[in-house]
T-cell receptor
């Protein structure tokens, strides 16, 4: 079952904050976050493995609420380089092998 | 540069042609993946190989045939494709094929079927 991301698209000015949500209908083992710029490969951002886990590097962080089967990606004081499409990928709790199911993506545009 | 390379980067083929996509990873990983990315659709997992063994075939039509001769190389053989198969084909690798490992993607092959 494909996770649902919201919003589908967001436009910000440089320096503003953004939150991207990822919601699944099934019990999750992990949530992965990737960013893809146009014409480039998806780039791994972070993986969250445990319920309630939070992670971050620089001004990009994420949380994982295992009970709600949701994850959120937080981008603070956005930079022009943050523009791109953000994907969450989920792994079900009942699967042993890695089989990521990706959301439809959230397109983030940062304007000067 | 993620350590995963794909060739060719662009490919145009007719419906009766046979071609192959190549992926190579220089990360020492043991699991490799093929994904399809179509316009306005999410990334779709096609195949998973873990230690050279295929562990997942996500209901992919037989006109796509994967091959994994070793943990560093992955091929996708294409024959008698349909126009709806036009897409970006991405290869990825991870340290292992069990859950919880991040994947590193190659730049993809943009395939156009005419």
């Amino acid at each position: 079952q494909q996770p649902v991301q919201s919003p589908q698209a967001v436009i910000l000015r440089e320096g503003e904050d953004a939150v991207i949500n990822c919601s699944s209908s099934k019990a999750l083992y992990s949530v992965h976050w990737y960013r893809q710029k146009h014409g480039e490969a998806p780039v791994f951002l972070m993986i969250l493995l445990k319920g309630g886990e939070q992670k971050g590097h620089e001004k990009i962080s994420a949380s994982f609420n295992e009970k709600k089967q949701q994850s959120s990606l937080y981008l603070t004081a956005s930079q022009l380089s943050y523009s791109g499409t953000y994907f969450c990928g989920t792994e079900g709790r009942d699967q042993g092998a890695q089989k990521l199911v990706f959301g439809q993506g959230t397109r983030l545009t940062i304007n000067p | 540069e993620t350590g995963v390379t794909q060739t060719p980067r662009h490919l145009v083929m007719g419906m009766t042609n046979k071609k192959s996509l190549k992926c190579e990873q220089h990360l020492g990983h043991n699991a490799m993946y093929w994904y399809k990315q179509s316009a306005k659709k999410p990334l779709e997992l096609m195949f998973v190989y873990n230690f050279k063994e295929q562990t997942e075939n996500n209901s992919v039509p037989s006109r796509f045939s994967p091959e994994c001769p070793n943990s560093s190389h992955l091929f996708l053989h294409l024959h008698t494709l349909q126009p709806e198969d036009s897409a970006l084909y991405l290869c990825a690798s991870s340290e292992e094929g069990t859950r919880g490992y991040e994947q590193y993607f190659g730049p993809g092959t943009r395939l156009t079927v005419t």
